[in-house]
């Protein structure tokens, strides 16, 4: 059995309340997943993430697969007990790190050979292998080997990408579905074993991106991401293609959007519909000392917080805004002082964690869908 | 009133347990004092090191008036809250930053004028100066402003340092004694003052360390210091002239020795005679990867831990021992994530401590000094 996705109650304006069952955590959805790149979400302990009420976080599997090495993370238990975080894990394919960080590819129909941009030595991905890997890092969730396709993108290149995807999407599920027992902690949680998502991709064609659905859900994936988005497309486009995929996916079943974004897009991407959502904002912008807080956001490093004693979001209850405050926060940044990362993370994670406890529960009191 | 110190155990091996009572918090001694140079002890949150049980932890002159100015911080409540730190605080003078750090010095009867190592803006410290600098920062114990004699140093030049750090000694204290009272959190304690404390120099010249401490003792400080050691000197040296000086301090006031040192020379000290030190090398070594432990130094970013799945020290109870495991830290550390910084900035400092406790207990039975 993979994930038990439960919704427990279904808006009429699209969002959706429901509870995400995983082997390691049950997850209250519409989630934000709080990025772990490299088996650390940067800058901050598992304790306080934990503390922060997070479920469900993400890996990268090109970077875990380069550095400490699958096969390492494997012997020592996988990834929850390398990194010791008892909770939910999802990790990406390692496609988009792939296409985005490593020097010299070659992409055929069999997979993407290329050079590490740590120490450019060589390697070469299939579907196969990724599906190895990320059972080998053995996450809850495990996501299928695609190419993210750029933007802008020609109509030609994006189905030329769109067919790739497919062919990968098939081959992946394929093989996860044959060794997902293979993971490390399959004696742990009886009858449990990883799940798989398909990721829709097509470029800004909306024909494609249905077609992409459609052939996805014929396959019969645990769960269905919508890739290629917050490549560089205005907004109003990345809406679009959501609202054109979500009808076509099956409502049973979770709907994550990868590698979104600032706060008022997460909240109204969950109020559509959209189960799941990452980003490294949060975590990335803090360590440069920008904060979200509910005034909008603020860059720390600003003369005018040199002696503001405010906390820096007042209507904000964090372990950061009770304790410290902007004077500080902007001194530890101004100094290079590491404690500055942290603290400016925790509360930007505290913000987008609290956004979506926020809209889990406006979306419960939300009119209903007529049955 | 200034500190107050009760001494509660006198071994006859020279050890003493004590309460050294200061306006912001009781402080079992002898202590160890983590380094937070800019009003952050690096890496780690305040909620840690509460956590941790330091008590009693250093601010660095230097570096907050250079940034953020100790101005702000006065208007700003001074140092305990512009940092959240409600526990004790101790401040250095500034010497020893500018003698090491700045710039361009130029040292005169009067002060020494420096260049920022920051900005290489001009500055000028006299003792008076540090005074009111110590006082805006508010920590409750200041120090006085003092050359520290570097090693090796002729018998002529160590004479002429300790002159100048003699007539600084007075300086500093007339000042402190005049303004004291102007410290932030005046009105919060009734009746407490900042303490200040002299600081015995002479270079590796016993006569000039006993002629140094005397004359200190005669001014009536409310503690003294042992400066200018760990400065290059053998250890054997290190502990002789602390051993030189000790029995010249009256009993019933705190001794502080300055910028020590590792794991077996604070336990020495501490069973000396010595009541307070401090040191950036549990800090600094952990931001390296450098870990003490039970066994003996650990350099974390060793191959052979790349999947040793133990603790870091398996005889520590501290939060890292009890969840990460070396191979984890190893992991961050090759990797350069800021979480190992931490981490191992957590384990450090809980070693250091955890020593000091130790050692407390043990002191508490030791057959006592004959009444």
């Known amino acids: ?29 519409p989630v934000f997943m709080p990025v772990g790149t490299a088996g650390t979400v940067k800058a901050v302990t598992q304790e306080v993430i934990e503390d922060l009420g997070a479920d469900l976080i993400l890996g990268n599997t090109y970077h875990l697969y380069l550095r400490p090495g699958h ?143 459609e052939r996805l859900v014929a396959m019969d994936f645990d769960g269905y991401a919508i890739g290629g988005l917050s490549v560089g497309e205005p907004r109003e486009l990345t809406a679009e293609m959501i609202a054109e995929v979500l009808p076509l996916l099956p409502p049973d079943k979770p709907r994550y959007v990868m590698g979104v974004g600032y706060p008022d897009e997460i909240e109204l991407y969950a109020r559509m519909g959209v189960d799941m959502m990452d ?26 917080y040199a002696e503001d004693q405010g906390p820096p979001d007042p209507a904000c209850a964090c372990p950061v805004c009770r304790r410290y405050t902007r004077a500080y926060l902007r001194h530890l940044q101004v100094a290079g002082e590491p404690l500055g990362g942290t603290l400016n993370t925790i509360h930007n994670l505290a913000y987008y964690l609290g956004i979506m406890e926020r809209v889990r529960s406006e979306l419960g009191r939300e009119a209903p869908v007529a049955e």
């Open 71 to 213: 096969e390492a993370i494997r012997r020592m238990g996988g990834l929850h007990r390398f990194m010791s975080w008892p909770r939910a894990l999802l990790t990406d394919s390692g496609g988009f790190q792939v296409f985005s960080l490593s020097a010299l590819r070659k992409v055929t129909g069999e997979g993407v050979s290329f050079r590490s941009h740590l120490d450019g030595s060589s390697h070469f991905f299939t579907p196969e292998h990724s599906m190895d890997v990320q059972i080998a890092l053995g996450a809850d969730i495990a996501m299928a080997f695609d190419e993210c396709t750029e933007y802008p993108a020609s109509r030609a290149r994006a189905e030329e990408s769109l067919r790739l995807t497919m062919a990968w999407a098939e081959r992946s599920l394929a093989h996860s579905r044959a060794h997902c027992h293979e993971v490390p902690w399959f004696d742990q949680f009886e009858g449990r074993r990883q799940s798989l998502f398909g990721i829709v991709q097509g470029g800004m064609y909306k024909d494609l991106r249905r077609e992409s659905a």
């Open 1 to 29: 059995m993979g994930l038990q996705f439960q919704l427990l109650h279904q808006a009429a304006a699209g969002g959706r309340r429901a509870e995400l069952d995983l082997p390691h955590r049950r997850v209250a959805t």
């Open 279 to 304: 980003c490294v904002l949060p975590t990335r912008a803090a360590r440069h000392g920008l904060l979200f807080t509910s005034e909008g956001r603020l860059n720390i490093k600003g003369r005018r």
